[in-house]
């Protein structure tokens, strides 16, 4: 029998301690005082009163517009106008921020919007402020506000929302961040990633689920366990929690004030539970009549917050009801003119469909002003050069994801020493989970930083696929170039490496389909860290993708630049001349159309590459160019060939060079299957040299 060791057994036993520490955490239950209607001032009670009448106006105005044609869609706040005016007379504006939902009107009236604003944006006019007609209805933002603009997207908010916390931890700022919600929007994943993160971190953020019962049609009975977000708050030790009568003013007004208090203090998140009551159907394309039985929408009219407050202003002795009919009779005449103006402004010119999808100045950026001349280097020694270099260059970039700190210094060790040299609050481990890595990004850009973020493997950037399309790629568009999110996600991608199905897959085609993204894959190290140090100076999001094949590779060696040396986003590489074939490539497959090349030269045909480097923006007058001096073109790419990137290069050079060609352009490519481990079985998926050679030889036989 054999026996335990006596290190292995002194080993358990530590284990064992360690297993038995106590684990049992608990969020903080915070009592709000008491407060009454009373305790504020008569002239404070009547402001509160005319902004939620003024949103309520709004609501039934809106309507009214749509059935006479006029707008497109509406989704009210009616019912929740207590909680959010109560946390709009304390957002301290300037140094608060706040990251809405489709619901909060009377918050965004509060904090300063106006009704001709909701109005020019409801009716989709030129001058709508928030997005110049480019997004629905109930998406206001404000850069003076500090109101951050938001997606339609339920549940997109939460993670930058979780970012913009930290970042004003990092900065050591004063102001809290709401992030506010509706109670289905609790169901999603990205809910319980920002709540983790920011009660990790203890940052100022104040998560307020308005629950009014319902989302959509589905009842919060059936849509959460327990039947609140209250009890989901529980287990996260970090987070406080606080729960009110969201359609009672003072009370809400309180349980604010305390929130604020907790997070002010340093003590990290608050969740706000506040109970509504939704008193419209859930939008302009719903009718609730159909699943709400009448008994439920008569009884949620007895909570109408507006109601309520009514009868409490006069029983104050603040109002009487002649007064109060006056306060809405001189509401509704300033909306209605204001609505009548706004249907008269102009609407958006085409014209301008296209403008503000990329950061559209000029970023006064010097290229290509030294030959690369220092010691040879591999490219991820390139990447991580780089990244010193501009961390050293610039305080604000900052570099987060899954084991990037030292000493682990990234997987493939493209991050090493980071930490060490700047600190690990410039270069930190976030939770492992890639949604949670690019929302808070988004929030980190807003105040100023440049985030260079991680993914470790393209494989694995699908759970951020909704962050990356809603949110980071359409930030400056759907703002009209108010709010920018410039960042840059570095993912390492690409086959060749027996990585098999989830450790190999190529994500370039699948994003370049986004507008508003920009695309790089460089293929040699000068080109890797001259392309970085662009990504980073940039203002738009940046996908970067390094081929994890080369980051080794000799072949990919390159003399190192020096720490001014930048190459420009969008401009392909003529990598060698020729004249009888051109090849465009990228990537790994850089070198594999050189062996091509050598092989053809030999037999006397001289071939021309080109490496694009850019996936999107591309560089199709390059291509075209080269295409009608050799009058026979290759498209080769690693990824699949069926609807890979290819084929957007190969329709460009169709439509745009047909009179130049000599014969059909050849594409070479990855078969239409998943990237296999087996040796052979990789070999047979991915472009090889001798099938790169029989294509050619083909090619220029035709």
Request: charge should be negative; include cysteine; glycine fraction near 8%.
């Amino acid at each position: 029998m054999l026996q335990t060791s006596p290190l292995a057994m002194e080993v358990a036993s530590d284990l064992q301690t360690q297993i038995n520490l106590p684990t049992i955490g608990h969020c903080v239950d915070l009592a709000p005082q008491t407060v009454t209607l009373t305790d504020f001032s008569k002239d404070i009670a009547l402001n509160a009163y005319r902004t939620m009448y003024t949103a309520r106006r709004l609501d039934e105005k809106m309507l009214m517009l749509l059935k006479q044609n006029k707008g497109f869609f509406h989704i009210g706040g009616a019912g929740h106008e207590a909680i959010q005016m109560a946390l709009g007379m304390q957002m301290e504006i300037g140094e608060d921020w706040a990251h809405i939902y489709y619901r909060d009107l009377c918050l965004s009236l509060a904090m300063g919007i106006t009704p001709r604003e909701v109005l020019l944006h409801h009716l989709a006019k030129a001058d709508d402020p928030f997005s110049g007609g480019r997004q629905m209805s109930e998406h206001f933002c404000s850069k003076s506000l500090n109101i951050v603009v938001p997606s339609a997207e339920v549940g997109s908010q939460f993670l930058p929302a979780a970012g913009l916390g930290l970042a004003l931890k990092h900065k050591k700022e004063k102001g809290i961040v709401y992030v506010g919600c509706g109670d289905g929007a609790t169901s999603q994943g990205s809910f319980f990633e920002a709540l983790n993160w920011a009660s990790r971190d203890r940052a100022p953020v104040l998560f307020v689920v308005q629950n009014n019962g319902i989302a959509i049609s589905v009842p919060v009975t059936d849509q959460t366990a327990g039947g609140t977000a209250f009890k989901l708050a529980a287990g996260f030790e970090g987070l406080a929690r606080i729960e009110v009568d969201g359609t009672d003013l003072a009370k809400s007004y309180a349980a604010v004030a305390a929130a604020r208090k907790y997070i002010l203090e340093g003590n990290g998140p608050v969740m706000l539970v506040a109970h509504t009551v939704r008193l419209l159907p859930h939008s302009s394309s719903d009718n609730h009549a159909k699943y709400r039985p009448k008994a439920i929408l008569e009884a949620e009219k007895k909570q109408d917050p507006l109601a309520r407050l009514e009868i409490q202003l006069i029983e104050a002795g603040y109002a009487t009801e002649d007064y109060l009919h006056e306060i809405k009779k001189q509401i509704n005449k300033d909306i209605d003119h204001e609505a009548h103006w706004a249907a008269k402004q102009p609407d958006p010119d085409p014209a301008n469909l296209n403008s503000h999808v990329l950061f559209d100045g000029d970023l006064g950026l010097e290229y290509e002003k030294s030959v690369p001349n220092g010691p040879d280097i591999v490219v991820v020694d390139a990447i991580n050069n780089a990244l010193k270099e501009e961390m050293a260059n610039d305080k604000n970039v900052i570099v987060y994801g899954e084991d990037v700190a030292d000493g682990k210094g990234g997987v493939f060790t493209a991050t090493r020493d980071l930490s060490k040299m700047f600190g690990h609050d410039r270069c930190f481990n976030s939770p492992l989970a890639e949604n949670s890595i690019i929302g808070t990004a988004v929030g980190f850009s807003l105040l100023g930083y440049k985030p260079v973020v991680e993914i470790q493997f393209a494989d694995y950037v699908w759970p951020g696929l909704q962050a990356i399309r809603n949110m980071v790629s359409t930030f400056r568009w759907r703002s009209n170039n108010l709010f920018e999110c410039p960042m840059v996600i570095r993912i390492p991608t690409g086959g060749y490496i027996h990585g098999g199905l989830c450790h190999s897959q190529n994500i370039e085609a699948f994003f370049a389909h986004m507008p508003g993204l920009v695309i790089v894959m460089p293929s040699n190290a000068a080109d890797a860290k001259g392309l970085l140090k662009t990504a980073i100076r940039s203002k738009d999001p940046i996908l970067f993708l390094e081929h994890k094949f080369l980051y080794r590779q000799p072949v990919a060696k390159t003399p190192e630049p020096d720490e001014n040396y930048l190459v420009p986003i969008g401009k392909a590489k003529v990598v060698q001349k020729g004249k009888d074939l051109t090849i465009v490539t990228y990537g790994a497959l850089v070198y594999k159309a050189m062996n091509v090349a050598r092989a053809l030269e030999k037999q006397g045909t001289s071939v021309e590459i080109i490496d694009i480097r850019t996936i999107l923006p591309f560089d199709a007058e390059t291509v075209i160019e080269s295409v009608k001096k050799t009058n026979r073109v290759m498209v080769l790419h690693e990824d699949h060939e069926f609807m890979g990137f290819g084929a957007e290069i190969s329709a460009q050079i169709t439509q745009n060079a047909f009179r130049h060609l000599d014969a059909p352009v050849k594409r070479v490519a990855g078969t239409f299957t998943p990237t296999p481990f087996s040796d052979v079985l990789e070999r047979a998926a991915l472009p090889q040299d001798q099938e790169i050679l029989e294509a050619a030889k083909e090619l220029l036989a035709f």
